[in-house]
C-alpha cells in the first residue's frame, strides 16, 4: 500500500499537466432594448473580456437599396472585463469620449459605397437593422478588423406599434397622415423638409409615436404636384392646416408646424399668415421667403435667390453654398421678409451654428431682432456650437457633406459630428416640449 501511495504521489504532477487549463469566459454583448423607437438611446454592455483588453466595436446597417454603412471604436475593458458604453470613454475610431449611441450617429457609408450618401429610411414600416460587433484588438476606421468575439442585431422602429399611416389625397393636399395609437385627441402637426423635395415621412412617424397627429406634407415633386420648386401658393399650406384641425382625431383649437431649410420659412409664413397654425419651429430656417416666389391672395412675397457665381468648389469637388443666398439685410430684398410680428403663434427656431448651407444664425438673430422691435416675446432660440444644417431626430447619422438630390453634386452641409448629434438629441426634446405647451 505504501507503494502504491508513493506512485501516486509521483503521479500527480503529471496529472495536473494533463489537467486542460479552465475555458476563458467567451466574450459576451447585449444591446438593449434589441428593438426600440429610432430616436431613443440603447444601452451597449460588453462581458467576458480580460481586464484592460484592447477591442473595436463597430456597427454596420444596409439602406432599403442595400448600401453599407458602418461605423466603429476603440475601447478597453475595465478590471474585470467589461464595458458600458454609457459610462466607458472611446479612445478612438469614428469618435472618442463617452458616447452612448456613438456608433448609431456615426455610421457612414462603408468604402466600397459612394460617399456622401444619407443614411435615412425611405419607407417608416421597416425597421432598421444594425448589427454591432465586438472585434478584437484595435482596427483603424476602414481597415480589416479583428476577429469576431461577440455580436447582436438591433432593430430601430420608426413606428410604434399602433401607429397608422393614412395616404392623403384630401382636395389638392397630398402626403401622409400618421395617427398615435389610442382615441385621442392628439395635438396637430405638419411636417415639412426642405428643397430635396418629395415626401420624407420618418420625422412624421416619430412624432405620431411620441402622441402628435402628425401630417408629413410634400409641396413639389410628389406625386401630380408641381415637379420643381417654383411659385408657391400659401393656399395649399392653409387647406392642409384646415384639414387636420378639422381632423376627429386632432385637438384644438390650432395646429403647429416644423420645417426645416426651405420648410423652416413655410413654417414662419404660416404662423405669420394662417390663423389655424399657432406653433412654428423653424430648423435651419431664413426669416425671409427662399427660393420660390410665396402668394397669398393678394400678397406676394418674392423669394431670395441663389447666385451660383458665389459657389466655391473645393479641390474634393465640394460645393459650398454658404455665400450662395441673396442678402436679406439689404434693403433691395426687404419685400422678401416675413412680417413675424404679425404672428399671434409661437416660435421656436433651432440653429447650428456651424451650418454652412447657409447662415441660419444670422436669419435667426434677424428674426429674434424684428420680433423684439415690435415688442414680441413669444419665441424661443435654441442655438448649437459645432451643430450643421440638418439637425434631425436623435441618433440620425451625421453628413457633413451630402449629395444634393437636385444638383447632383456634394454639398457642404457643415457641423462636427459629436457636437451635431448632442444638438440632434437636445434640440428633439425641446422641440417636443415646445409643441405639446402651445397645442395642449
Given at each position: 500500500?505504501?507503494?502504491?501511495?508513493?506512485?501516486?504521489?509521483?503521479?500527480?504532477?503529471?496529472?495536473?499537466?494533463?489537467?486542460?487549463?479552465?475555458?476563458?469566459?467567451?466574450?459576451?454583448?447585449?444591446?438593449?432594448?434589441?428593438?426600440?423607437?429610432?430616436?431613443?438611446?440603447?444601452?451597449?454592455?460588453?462581458?467576458?473580456?480580460?481586464?484592460?483588453?484592447?477591442?473595436?466595436?463597430?456597427?454596420?446597417?444596409a439602406d432599403e437599396r442595400g448600401r453599407l454603412f458602418q461605423s466603429c471604436a476603440h475601447y478597453r475593458a475595465d478590471s474585470r472585463g467589461e464595458l458600458h458604453l454609457g459610462t466607458d470613454a472611446s479612445h478612438g475610431g469614428d469618435y472618442t469620449g463617452v458616447e452612448p449611441m456613438g456608433l448609431f450617429w456615426s455610421l457612414a457609408p462603408a468604402g466600397m459605397e459612394k460617399p456622401y450618401q444619407r443614411l435615412v429610411p425611405q419607407s417608416t414600416a421597416?425597421?432598421?437593422?444594425?448589427?454591432?460587433?465586438?472585434?478584437?484588438?484595435?482596427?483603424?476606421?476602414?481597415?480589416?478588423?479583428?476577429?469576431?468575439?461577440?455580436?447582436?442585431?438591433?432593430?430601430?422602429?420608426?413606428?410604434?406599434?399602433?401607429?397608422?399611416?393614412?395616404?392623403?389625397?384630401?382636395?389638392?393636399?397630398?402626403?401622409?397622415?400618421?395617427?398615435?395609437?389610442?382615441?385621442?385627441?392628439?395635438?396637430?402637426?405638419?411636417?415639412?423638409?426642405?428643397?430635396?423635395?418629395?415626401?420624407?415621412?420618418?420625422?412624421?412617424?416619430?412624432?405620431?409615436?411620441?402622441?402628435?397627429?402628425?401630417?408629413?406634407?410634400?409641396?413639389?415633386?410628389?406625386?401630380?404636384?408641381?415637379?420643381?420648386?417654383?411659385?408657391?401658393?400659401?393656399?395649399?399650406?392653409?387647406?392642409?392646416?384646415?384639414?387636420?384641425?378639422?381632423?376627429?382625431?386632432?385637438?384644438?383649437?390650432?395646429?403647429?408646424?416644423?420645417?426645416?431649410?426651405?420648410?423652416?420659412?413655410?413654417?414662419?409664413?404660416?404662423?405669420?399668415?394662417?390663423?389655424?397654425?399657432?406653433?412654428?419651429?423653424?430648423?435651419?430656417?431664413?426669416?425671409?421667403?427662399?427660393?420660390?416666389?410665396?402668394h397669398y391672395g393678394e400678397t406676394t412675397l418674392p423669394g431670395l435667390r441663389f447666385d451660383m457665381e458665389k459657389v466655391t468648389v473645393s479641390e474634393a469637388g465640394v460645393y459650398d453654398v454658404f455665400e450662395a443666398l441673396d442678402d436679406p439685410t439689404n434693403p433691395a430684398n426687404s419685400s422678401s421678409v416675413i412680417p413675424i410680428e404679425k404672428a399671434e403663434g409661437h416660435f421656436l427656431l433651432v440653429v447650428g451654428e456651424d451650418d454652412r448651407m447657409w447662415?441660419?444664425?444670422?436669419?435667426?438673430?434677424?428674426?429674434?431682432?424684428?420680433?423684439?422691435?415690435?415688442?414680441?416675446?413669444?419665441?424661443?432660440?435654441?442655438?448649437?456650437?459645432?451643430?450643421?444644417?440638418?439637425?434631425?431626430?436623435?441618433?440620425?447619422?451625421?453628413?457633413?457633406?451630402?449629395?444634393?438630390?437636385?444638383?447632383?453634386?456634394?454639398?457642404?452641409?457643415?457641423?462636427?459630428?459629436?457636437?451635431?448629434?448632442?444638438?440632434?438629441?437636445?434640440?428633439?426634446?425641446?422641440?417636443?416640449?415646445?409643441?405639446?405647451?402651445?397645442?395642449?
Open positions: 500500500a505504501a507503494m502504491w501511495r508513493a506512485l501516486a504521489a509521483t503521479a500527480s504532477p503529471a496529472r495536473a499537466l494533463l489537467r486542460t487549463p479552465p475555458a476563458r469566459r467567451a466574450a459576451s454583448l447585449v444591446v438593449s432594448p434589441t428593438a426600440g423607437p429610432a430616436d431613443e438611446r440603447v444601452e451597449t454592455r460588453v462581458a467576458g473580456l480580460s481586464p484592460g483588453q484592447p477591442v473595436t466595436l463597430r456597427a454596420v446597417a421597416a425597421p432598421m437593422k444594425v448589427e454591432v460587433l465586438v472585434h478584437q484588438g484595435h482596427s483603424l476606421p476602414g481597415s480589416i478588423p479583428g476577429p469576431v468575439m461577440a455580436k447582436a442585431e438591433v432593430r430601430r422602429l420608426f413606428t410604434a406599434p399602433g401607429v397608422r399611416r393614412i395616404r392623403l389625397k384630401e382636395g389638392v393636399v397630398r402626403g401622409s397622415l400618421f395617427l398615435p395609437p389610442g382615441d385621442g385627441p392628439f395635438p396637430g402637426v405638419i411636417d415639412m423638409y426642405g428643397d430635396e423635395g418629395g415626401l420624407i415621412e420618418f420625422r412624421s412617424s416619430l412624432l405620431a409615436t411620441h402622441g402628435f397627429a402628425t401630417l408629413s406634407l410634400p409641396y413639389f415633386d410628389f406625386e401630380d404636384l408641381p415637379m420643381i420648386l417654383k411659385d408657391l401658393k400659401l393656399e395649399y399650406f392653409e387647406e392642409a392646416a384646415r384639414f387636420l384641425k378639422r381632423h376627429p382625431k386632432v385637438k384644438g383649437p390650432g395646429v403647429g408646424v416644423i420645417g426645416t431649410g426651405k420648410g423652416a420659412d413655410l413654417a414662419l409664413s404660416m404662423v405669420t399668415f394662417l390663423p389655424e397654425v399657432v406653433a412654428a419651429v423653424s430648423i435651419s430656417g431664413c426669416s425671409s421667403n427662399t427660393v420660390a416666389d410665396l447662415k441660419s444664425s444670422l436669419y435667426a438673430e434677424l428674426a429674434v431682432r424684428r420680433l423684439r422691435q415690435h415688442g414680441k416675446e413669444n419665441f424661443e432660440l435654441l442655438s448649437y456650437p459645432g451643430a450643421g444644417h440638418r439637425i434631425d431626430p436623435p441618433s440620425t447619422p451625421f453628413c457633413q457633406v451630402a449629395m444634393d438630390r437636385v444638383l447632383g453634386v456634394p454639398v457642404l452641409g457643415g457641423g462636427e459630428s459629436k457636437a451635431h448629434a448632442h444638438a440632434q438629441e437636445h434640440s428633439w426634446r425641446k422641440i417636443q416640449e415646445f409643441l405639446r405647451l402651445h397645442l395642449g
